[in-house]
């Protein structure tokens, strides 16, 4: 009996030696496992804490950029308004520039003329009006004209104080404005007495009319109609011809120097405004005495 029971022992012995090897082979393991558990747990932790850093980073490039984004923009606005206050500057220069250079000019034109001779400055002023046509504002005045050529209203009204043929500054620009009206009638047999009038620079039609008739004897109709007619001669046969385009101004200029009988230029009036073959009419009926085309203001 004590073989079997030594042998029953030894199996029992030796199972209960496996089943102790065994457990803790398992317990190893599972131990294992579980540190390889809980590794892996405090690596998604590390990742879940990794990936919420990268987000919240993500988000602040975001919002830098953004912010960078918008700092620019107002950066480029005010690139925008600085380069066109640089223009503005570069323009304000360029016009002070050119304003220097126009007073310069003046200045020039002031000292040029200081030193003409009275001769020498009429014709230039004929020149310059010719040029400008500034005899055309009907309203101009001496310190106007002055400014325009760059004179002095001291030396303009100084040259005509000296002149034999102007009594003033309103005569002259008469004259040329009745040179000016008889070139445009002899040119611009369609227009009407009254753009003539308008584009020669007489500040009324009745004005212009009474110019005309002081100057040569004839309405402004009349003269157009002698014109059309190649007729002048004959209504004016003491008189050189009109058409005469000699560098004096032909018999228009002279007729205005024989039209002042006076030292100041005088103007006659005729008649009521119902037109030229009124006013002739009306003239030979009821001559009036002469009196001055200046105006109460000062303007020619």
């Not at 987000?55 to 953004?66: F, G, S, V």
């Not at 200081?114 to 310190?143: G, H």
Request: hydrophobic share 35%.
């Amino acid at each position: 009996m004590t073989g079997p029971l030594i042998l029953i022992a030894a199996i029992i012995i030796v199972f209960v030696i496996a089943f102790v090897v065994t457990m803790l082979f398992v317990n190893a393991q599972t131990s294992k496992i579980i540190d390889v558990t809980v590794k892996l747990a405090e690596s998604q932790h590390t990742l879940l804490s990794q990936n919420k850093t990268q987000t919240d980073l993500l988000q602040k490039l975001e919002e830098q950029a953004a912010s960078q984004h918008r700092e620019l923009d107002i950066q480029q606005r005010e690139l925008e308004e600085l380069h066109k206050r640089l223009e503005g500057l570069a323009s304000s220069q360029d016009k002070v520039n050119e304003l220097q250079q126009q007073t310069h000019v003046h200045r020039q034109k002031i000292k040029a003329t200081q030193d003409m001779t009275d001769e020498e400055l009429m014709a230039w002023l004929d020149e310059r009006m010719d040029e400008t046509r500034l005899f055309t504002s009907p309203t101009l005045s001496m310190k106007e004209a002055a400014s325009a050529l760059g004179l002095t209203q001291r030396r303009l009204g100084q040259l005509f104080k000296n002149n034999e043929k102007f009594a003033n500054l309103s005569d002259y620009l008469t004259e040329k404005r009745f040179l000016l009206a008889c070139e445009l009638m002899r040119n611009n047999p369609e227009w009407t007495i009254e753009a003539v009038s308008r584009e020669a620079g007489f500040l009324t039609r009745r004005k212009f009319q009474d110019v005309v008739k002081a100057h040569l004897g004839l309405t402004p109709s009349q003269f157009r109609q002698s014109m059309n007619n190649s007729s002048l001669h004959k209504h004016t046969a003491h008189r050189p011809s009109v058409d005469d385009d000699d560098t004096d101004g032909g018999y228009l200029h002279r007729q205005v120097g024989q039209a002042r009988p006076g030292t100041e230029y005088q103007e006659r009036q005729y008649g009521d405004n119902a037109g030229d073959e009124n006013v002739d009419r009306h003239a030979h009926a009821h001559p009036a005495q002469p009196t001055s085309i200046a105006d109460g203001n000062g303007h020619a």
